[in-house]
């Protein structure tokens, strides 16, 4: 796990190339297809009203039938395999935070926009800025489609923003370029780990559709306790049966 450490060190990210096989990318198809009608089927009006480009909370009760369901889709998503590279590379402690899946806008001509996932909570710039280094946010993203769906400024994960991309971050809407920004290109199988604190943004009119399933872990922090919901969680039952037990602990 060295090799991929060090390229996360440097960048904020590495890649796994065929990580999954297409047996498990068809399951998490299967299954977040479902999930994603009823949400989308009940979100409609938001989901034009408010430009939105994901669903968070896949594993909430409601969207599945019984709880057998639910601990099936808990062992897909957050498997033993996914488990050996996450805590080879950052350690035991990473934990499960929530799920997300992002798809393209509503509206073709929407803009994206720069940002680092924290400032959209109640914490002020200084305090991100002086707990950046010390924590630990992470996607695993997993493309359903083949997409190239987002942009990363590579080494923000370490470091502030500059005068230039704080003003672009601060907008409501920008795909400015910034200097050393990367397009991602992921092709079905691949998966993407990236800090979600550095700076970056979506990409939608390069990719005709876009299902990426995002898989949200980290380490335990006080700024990120708040943004974390009970209910996305196995309860007591499902744990005893689930067989990675240690995402949850």
Known sequence: MLEQRSKYDINGYFIEKNFFTI??????????????AQWS???????????????????????????????????????????????????????????????????PAQLPYWH?????????DAVQQSALAQMLSLHCRIPLVSETGIVLVPGSHVRWDTEREFAERSKNVSEV??????????DVG???????????????????????????????????ADSVDASVFPSQEEMQVLSNQQWYR
């Open 23 to 36: 047996e498990e990318i068809e399951r998490l198809n299967n299954q977040t297809t479902s999930i994603f």
């Open 41 to 107: 089927s009940a979100n409609l009006k938001q989901i034009r009203h408010h430009k939105l480009v994901n669903m968070s909370g896949l594993t909430q009760r409601k969207y599945f039938a019984d709880s057998p369901s639910r601990i099936a889709f808990f062992e897909s998503v957050f498997s033993k395999k996914l488990w050996r590279l996450v805590s080879g590379v950052f350690g035991d402690e990473v934990r499960f935070h929530n799920t997300q899946l992002f798809f393209n806008p509503d509206d």
């Open 116 to 124: 680092r996932d924290l400032q959209y909570s109640d914490v002020s």
């Open 177 to 186: 370029p910034l200097p050393g920004e990367h397009y991602i290109h992921l």
């Open 190 to 224: 691949d998966m993407l780990v990236f800090n979600a604190q550095m700076i970056h943004r979506g990409h939608y009119n390069k990719t005709s559709e876009r299902k990426a399933l995002d898989l949200c872990v980290g380490k335990r922090h006080e700024l990120l």
